[in-house]
């Protein structure tokens, strides 16, 4: 079974730090994503990425950037958290080439900026 | 361009009475359909998929059957269970847009005994 692991499951910041989420996926997989969820909005793509070192904005990039130096571990980061940005953090990874499997998801990381 | 649509919850059932979630989809190419469901506290779980027209997908006595000619992906169960309360998303996949996928908003589920 594919596992994808985030590596908090409850954070809480202040407004202004920069904060790290990491995800980590033991298959092999070659493209790994970030959504945030909000009530009513469903599931939002931040970024995005399709091998180490490479990244793609989502629709809503605004306030992250992305880091992918190895191929199994995707991290987004908040440069300045804001209020704004308290959210469910969703990470997900596929296998490339097969576009009929299913993404893959972590546990999610529950963020509160105060 | 590619969307998912859903009917907007919160839908509130009966243990043993029967399940409808309606999702419908535009897309550009020929995606592939997935049911997701979310239980609380937790990531999103594959349900089931469909990966071309007519496709069943089935899984924990749920179906849904896609529906080219309506695009639509509507998810039914004959008897819901306590344990089946939760969000249900609808999603779909185009190949002409590599693996990204278009989630529609959720439906939550809440089954009373």
């Known amino acids: ?114 | 361009g590619n969307s998912v649509t859903q009917m907007e919850g919160p839908v509130t059932l009966s243990e043993e009475a029967f399940l409808t979630i309606n999702c419908t989809y535009t897309a550009t190419g020929y995606p592939s359909l997935f049911w997701y469901v979310q239980y609380p506290g937790e990531g999103l779980q594959l349900l089931l998929k469909a990966t071309k027209a007519d496709d069943k997908g089935s899984n924990k006595g749920f179906e849904a059957t896609y529906r080219k000619e309506t695009t639509s992906f509507h998810l039914e169960k004959g008897s819901v269970q306590v344990s089946d309360s939760a969000v249900y998303f609808c999603a779909l996949s185009d190949p002409n847009t590599g693996n990204q996928f278009y989630f529609g908003t959720g439906t939550s589920l809440t089954v009373i005994p």
């Open chain 1, 1 to 114: 079974d594919v596992k994808v692991t985030q590596s908090s499951r409850y954070l809480v910041k202040r407004t202004g730090e920069k904060v790290f989420l990491e995800c980590v996926q033991d298959m092999d997989h070659e493209n790994m994503f970030w959504y945030r969820q909000d009530p009513g909005l469903g599931l939002r793509l931040i970024y995005f990425s399709y091998d180490v070192k490479m990244k793609e904005k989502g629709d809503i990039p605004e306030g992250y950037s992305v880091s992918r130096e190895k191929k199994e571990r995707f991290s987004l980061i908040l440069e300045s958290a804001s209020t704004n940005q308290t959210s469910m953090y969703l990470c997900a990874s596929i296998a490339g080439g097969d576009l009929h499997q299913p993404q893959h998801f972590g546990d999610g990381t529950r963020l509160s900026i105060l």
